[in-house]
């Protein structure tokens, strides 16, 4: 049974940070391409950051460049997102993807930016 597990959400102020984690099990992780990605209502769900299976490879929605960072360990099956510097503009439910010859999701998690 393949589960993506997000966690790590929550209210911050401005300028806060917050790290998101995502734990995965049921396929094979290592293989797979790891991406967040997020989304307010009534908008597109909108791609955040993308690590390639090995990990030496990322890239960043312009928006989040410079403040946030992916990472993964591929020995805990699990995908990070440090947000620093956070807007309120990054105000979403944040989802976590996996990405192979299949396509899995999380069931999100809320991140509030707000004083």
């Known amino acids: 049974q393949v589960q993506l597990v997000e966690s790590g959400g929550g209210l911050v102020q401005p300028g806060g940070s917050l790290r998101l984690s995502c734990a995965a099990s049921?396929?094979?992780?290592?293989?797979?391409?790891m991406s967040w990605y997020r989304q307010v209502p009534g908008k597109e769900r909108e791609l955040v950051a993308v690590?390639?299976?090995?990990?030496?490879?990322?890239n960043y929605a312009d928006s989040v460049k410079g403040r946030f960072t992916i990472s993964r360990d591929n020995a805990k099956n699990t995908v990070y997102l440090q947000m620093n510097r956070l807007k309120p503009e990054d105000t979403a439910v944040y989802y976590c993807?996996?990405?192979?010859?299949?396509?899995?999701w999380g069931q999100g998690t809320q991140v509030t930016v707000s004083s």
């Open positions: 993807n996996a990405r192979d010859v299949d396509d899995y």
């Open positions: 049921g396929f094979p992780f290592s293989s797979y391409w």
């Open positions: 690590i390639a299976s090995a990990g030496g490879r990322t």
